[in-house]
């Protein structure tokens, strides 16, 4: 008689050794040929449904593939925490935005772990993470500095129930995706980006970089090779972003993963 098949026992044997030997992390140092597999980030709502499953399994089988061929695969996770939803359904359930995304993270993540997907887990992050978003906020100073970045008046879908902006995938035959009421159009001030002036000479001067960041001196002087790998050195280790175990233990994450910019 044929054993039968125990999906419980047998994955959660095989997933736990996978944990122990660090099989998908990707060290910095791995000498072999590098790839790197992102798929988008999701909005921790909760739970997974199947749409998650269908996304993530199709990346999971590429980075597979690639590992088998012997690259180093980058293969994180992150979560698109930030923004309108999250206070949304905290508002509606009386709690704290970071009790709920935290709380929904977890859940996630424990559902993911569950599937044997294969993350690097050790490079997760969450955009509502100060540790994150700083580095937005810089982009967004520097391409205002350079005259990237306006702000002018511009009509947007207003919300009287919500009382923000939604974007165009939220309006519904001129109602609101949540609730359903009535959305007007208003004008107010928004912001805009221009492309940037490509110059007529190939050299450019050496300049300081403003404020805090993520390097104090400048490499505009450097060739663009050059440049794009000092940054990525300098992005990726050490990676201040990443979320730390504190965040994925304690109930209430928020405190232990707060860390103003400096």
């Known amino acids: 008689m044929k054993t039968p098949y125990a999906p419980h026992a047998l994955e959660t044997k095989w997933q736990s050794r996978w944990d122990d030997a660090r ?3 990707a060290p910095d140092s791995d000498p072999k040929p ?3 597999m992102l798929e988008m980030f999701p909005y921790p709502s909760g739970r997974l449904h199947m749409g998650h499953v269908r996304n993530y399994s199709i990346g999971d089988v590429v980075a ?3 590992k088998k061929q012997g690259y180093n695969v980058m293969h994180p996770f992150g979560w698109d925490a930030f923004g309108l939803p999250a206070e949304n359904a905290a508002i509606e359930r009386g709690v704290h935005p970071a009790e709920w995304t935290y709380q929904n993270i977890r859940e996630m993540r424990g ?3 569950r599937l044997g997907l294969g993350y690097d887990w050790t490079r997760e992050i969450a955009t509502c993470h100060p540790e994150y978003y700083r580095w937005e906020q810089l982009i967004f100073i520097r391409a205002l500095e350079k005259g990237l970045v306006y702000r002018r008046k511009a009509l947007v879908n207003w919300s009287e129930k919500m009382q923000t902006v939604l974007a165009n995938e ?4 001129g109602l ?10 208003k004008s107010s001030p928004s912001g805009s980006s221009k492309p940037p002036i490509t110059p007529k000479s190939s050299s450019a001067p050496s300049t300081t970089s403003k404020g805090t960041g993520p390097s104090a001196s400048s490499s505009n002087s450097a060739p663009a090779s050059a440049r794009a790998t000092a940054h990525w050195s ?4 050490p990676r201040p972003w990443m979320a730390r175990a504190s965040c ?3 109930p209430r994450a928020p405190t232990p993963c707060t860390a103003s910019p400096s």
């Open 34 to 36: 590098k790839f790197y």
């Open 234 to 237: 300098t992005f990726s280790s």
């Open 176 to 185: 609101d995706y949540r609730y359903g009421l009535p959305v007007v159009q």
């Open 23 to 25: 099989l998908f992390e």
């Open 170 to 173: 939220q309006v519904i035959d």
């Open 111 to 113: 559902q993911l772990k």
């Open 64 to 66: 597979r593939i690639k």
């Open 248 to 250: 994925r233990s304690s």
